[in-house]
Nanobody, 129 residues
């Protein structure tokens, strides 16, 4: 089964930056390339519903962002390293949450995608002075 592992979370001061990584492994023989997966980033703060942040489509598909986060967050992928990144700038206390990455096979247009088959365990991001 596909495995996703997030890293890069931690404590950061308001206005600071972090880069989260989502390392993908355990590909099946028939679906052995990261490029064919859409990858999404989500977050969930205590007492709140899970929120979709961003996604990047499969096979060179476009990236997509939640309107409230455009301009501060950037998603990118390095297929050779089987890793997807989320760069977060100008962080605010309200960005504090557990951040998750997720994968879905063959979704070039991920803008409307909410249900993913594979999920990571999450990484905590805390924005506080």
């Amino acid at each position: 089964q596909l495995q996703l592992v997030e890293s890069g979370g931690g404590l950061v001061q308001p206005g600071g930056s972090l880069r989260l990584s989502c390392a993908v492994s355990r590909f099946s023989l028939s679906r052995a390339t990261l490029d064919r997966y859409a990858i999404g980033w989500f977050r969930q703060a205590p007492g709140k519903e899970r929120e979709r942040i961003s996604c990047i489509g499969s096979s060179g598909g476009r990236s997509n962002y939640a309107d409230s986060l455009k301009g501060r967050f950037t998603i990118s992928r390095d297929n050779a390293k089987n890793t997807v990144y989320l760069r977060m700038n100008s962080l605010k206390p309200e960005d504090t949450a557990v951040y998750y990455c997720a994968a879905q096979w063959a979704q070039d247009d991920c803008s409307g995608l909410r249900d993913y088959d594979y999920w990571g365990q999450g990484t905590q991001v805390t924005v506080s002075s």
